[in-house]
């Protein structure tokens, strides 16, 4: 069955219905190698912990921090070049988990044409760029598995959030071509959309949200907690166990979505 019938006819290559890790446990990544983007930030790092927890050998790419690859992943040889130094020290790639996210808020006509291309470069050119890099080693993989980091801002728009929602809405495009054309070839290719959780790209928010607002940080902290059932962020534990679940052997069948992590808000009407 092809979804897009006109399109792409490929041949499966690969029948992988279930192919279990090395421990023969369906959560294991044990003789996996990961790639995380965005792994000095909050969420990426406990993507990292969750998949090196879980057995995966596993590298980080970010333009900052310490213990990363370090590479301006917005543009397509920064994305070339994360890839290519992972096939060199590991001779494979199973898992990507595209991640590297940021944010600039700013009401549409004052929306600088910039931090437009900056945005949309960051978080759809560059896994663009990097899933194309990857492709050949993911989908020779026993169980390749890509990750991408959405939002709820795929779904709809907010308010100043012009390049971030365009961006991350064309995420979901990006995802559901690739599960498609992956599927035959023993891949599959997922997205997340998590809630808020405290970490820098929503403190930088907080931040400018209470200077335009004349608020307080902690009352715009406090709003952004009760948008969400429970009165609540959302640890980056609980999204990355997500994560760690979708890289599994256990979510061979599960393909081409976007599941969100957000206490039930999406559940709202
Ligand atoms: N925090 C939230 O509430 C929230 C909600 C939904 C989705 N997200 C998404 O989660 C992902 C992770 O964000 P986070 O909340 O951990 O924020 P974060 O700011 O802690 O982490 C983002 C990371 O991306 C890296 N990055 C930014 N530009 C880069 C570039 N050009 N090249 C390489 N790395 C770059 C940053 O250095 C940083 O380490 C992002 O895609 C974000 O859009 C966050």
């Known amino acids: 069955m092809s979804c897009d019938r006109d399109s792409v006819g490929l041949t499966p290559v690969a029948q992988r219905p279930f192919e279990l890790g090395a421990r023969g446990d369906a959560l294991s990544l044990e003789g ?36 990363v690859f370090r590479a301006d992943l917005s543009t397509a040889s920064g994305n070339r070049e994360m890839v290519a130094h992972v096939l060199e020290s590991a001779g494979r790639l199973d898992i990507l988990a595209l991640n590297a996210g940021t944010q600039f808020l700013a009401p549409l006509d004052q929306f600088p ?93 907080v931040e400018a949200r209470a200077l335009k607002a004349g608020l307080t940080v902690e009352e715009v902290v406090a709003g952004f907690r009760a948008a969400q059932p429970g009165d609540r962020f959302i640890e980056v534990a609980e999204v990355a166990a997500v994560v760690g679940f979708l890289a599994s052997p256990a979510a061979s069948a599960v393909n081409g979505v976007c599941i969100p992590i957000d206490l039930g808000a999406s559940a709202c009407a």
Do not use: C
């Not at 026993?142 to 064309?170: C, L």
């Open 113 to 205: 044409d910039a931090e437009w291309d900056r945005l949309r470069m960051v978080m759809l050119d560059g896994p663009f760029f990097a899933l194309k890099a990857a492709w050949p080693a993911l989908t020779t993989s026993p169980g390749g598995r890509v990750v991408v980091t959405a939002s709820p801002a795929s779904f709809g728009g907010g308010n100043q959030k012009v390049g971030y929602a365009a961006a991350k809405h064309g995420v979901l495009g990006l995802v559901r071509t690739a599960a498609l054309e992956g599927a035959t070839l023993g891949l599959t290719v997922n997205a997340i959309a998590p809630g808020w959780m405290d970490t820098g790209l929503m403190r930088g928010q």
């Open 32 to 67: 996996r190698v990961a790639l995380v983007t965005g792994a000095s930030g909050g969420l990426g790092r406990a993507v990292v912990a969750e998949l090196r927890g879980r057995g995966a050998a596993v590298y980080g790419a970010d333009i900052a921090g310490e213990g």
